[in-house]
């Protein structure tokens, strides 16, 4: 019955369009260069980076606090990731636990006496993730769900630190569009594509920024530069 | 809280303006909002190339919207998703009640969708056996107090931090005793946290649908959608059918523009898009997506010639800059969208017959034109449903017979400046020192400010002598 009524809303949707707009009638490959025609002023549309270098950009953003309760740091090399998540787990007297995204590379590290594991649940309080991508105009990084990538390891956790690998890093929302076009092409787009610029906020009461509204309260990229 | 209807604007327009606080509560958000949105215009000076780059994507969405639509359905049952079409706010909100039954789900968690607003799904749930939480921090507060939203950004800005101590201290179940905004965020954190991870379904809007992959995308900064969609076992997003872009790469321009203008931040902390169900190994996310794509008066806007308001982004820019707006909040207006934008819409959601009096409460500065990151033409809008809602007669008498004496006189010049000249001599009857604070026929003006004296004579007078004295003086 409601598959039914569905079918007449739709119908009854489609031709009050068509009623409205009656002299449209192009086709597909029209409408498609119109719209591609659009996406050439993007150049002359989007901010300007504060350096020309992808990762210099996304570093300088996230040092000049323009990215919500974030923080960053380069590492040379993946087996000095470890020692650097120490750093941070000390900076903020955190406990030795880490939640892991369940990917080899990570798991396969020497974690000098930090537990890591991937059973995520409701109260855990740091958690480390593997970002697919950076973005240098949002200061964001970008994460795709998957077998090894629980959407909710960027959400439960009060902290949370995100590798971004520095070949990966864009210089702006256009390219990162660009590639999840062509990741479409391929079938095999993730049920989720994340870009997380900063950590959870509110100014609901009385317009206050607090952090920590419902995810991490503090977040720290590492920028892996062997990559 | 009794909700105020659109038809009974001019009464609740006295309700508001009688409450002390409203107006200072009401500006410490929206000055700030104004503030702040001026500094991120100010940092971008490519705003007006991508203001326009922005129209154009959405203008081309609308001239196509069948194609896009097709194109939309098509990719997203290929995704997984289900699809459902509704014509109305009530066939909206049966097929997400039925979808919700069918799963027999006792409790749902829903992110913040001014669109589950305007199809009532907050009064569905309300009355039906289903317990509905909502976990945008604003809509919780809301929901706490029994109130309707009254922004379409702060829904809860009418609120002080009073009321949320109040409201926290007697409804959650680990309070914090702390009166510091940092300890009432933490508050809602606890309470919420195992109802993200307990609820059955999980119900989101969706500021985009990219057609070219049937994407939905979710915009926030607390994260609450994420949350809300990822641990139940069905995740239903209701959305216009004016929320499509043809691809990520067209939502892009746009999402530069939403954020700097509704809050002044460049961008906000999560965007999401959303692609069907969860893949056969994926760690989380749910195994059932529905869809549900709403009219609810949009092809009735695109057929009246009001296609333009199509492009609303839902920034709330308009209101935050309108000088009404200030006065009255967002209550006052009936509806779930305030402001100008408001008084665009609602005419078309409910009908010009109740809404007519929004579209005159409106001093057709321009303000809203000037900041709408899309180019929305609002007051010109606006004129136009004042002239329908002339034509349709839903002017009061007294208003109706006010501007045809005035017409009557505009046409006759002589018996205009008669009238004009016996209206000085009228009105400075009721003058004292300078200022008239009561005359028959304004009490509208004159119960919250003086009117002040007019010069001795009327314009054409003074234009008159003017002229003499000049022509004298060659």
Known sequence: ?227 | MQVNKPEDFYKNVSKALAQPDLKMIIRRTTDKAEKKRAEAIANFPEFENARMQGQKVKDHTIKYMDHYLAEFEKNALAQGAIVHWASTGEEATKIVLDICRQHKAKKVTRSKSMLGEEIGLTHAFDNSEIERIETDLAEHIIQLAGDPPSHIVWPAMHRSREDVVKLFREFHLDPTYSEEITDLVRSARRDLRTKFLTSDIGISGSNFLLADSGSTCTVTNEGNAELTITPPKVHIVTAGIEKLVPSMAHAVPLLRLLTRSATGAEITQYITFHNGPKRANDADGPEECHIVLVDNGRTKMLADGMEEMLRCIRCGACMNHCVVYKHIGGHAYGSVYPGPMGSVLTPHLDSLEVANKQTHACTLNGRCEEVCPVNIPLPKLIRSLRARSWQKKYEPLTNRFIVQAFAALAKRPRVFQLFCSCGVVFMKLFSRQGWIKYMPLTSGWTRNRDLIEPESKTFMQQYRKMKKAKSDGV
């Open chain 1, 1 to 227: 019955m409601n598959n039914q009524k569905s079918d007449m809303s739709r119908a009854s949707i489609f031709s009050a369009i068509k009623n409205a707009t009656p002299t449209i009638t192009k086709d597909a490959e029209t409408i498609q260069q119109e719209a591609l025609e659009i996406l050439k002023e993007s150049e002359f549309a989007r901010p300007k980076l504060s350096s020309d270098d992808a990762t210099e950009a996304l570093v300088l953003r996230i040092e000049a606090g323009l990215v919500i309760g974030t923080s960053c740091e380069k590492i040379s090399a993946l087996d000095d990731l470890p020692a650097s998540v120490n750093q941070f787990l000390g900076k903020y007297s955190l406990p030795q636990e880490l939640k892991v995204q369940g990917i080899d590379r990570l798991q396969k590290l020497n974690w000098q006496g930090i537990s890591t594991d991937i059973d995520i649940q409701k109260d855990n309080t740091v958690g480390l993730c593997w970002a697919e991508y950076g973005i240098a105009e949002t200061g964001s990084f970008v994460v795709h769900s998957s077998t090894e990538m629980p959407i909710l390891l960027n959400f439960l956790p009060l902290y949370l630190i995100a590798v971004i690998p520095k070949s990966k890093i864009l210089h702006y929302m256009d390219d990162y569009a660009l590639i999840a076009n062509e990741i479409a092409k391929k079938g095999e787009t993730p049920r989720n594509m994340c870009l997380i610029s900063g950590v959870s906020g509110t100014t609901d009461i009385e317009g206050v920024l607090v952090q920590g509204a419902h995810g991490p309260e503090i977040l720290h990229i590492i920028i892996l530069e062997d990559q």
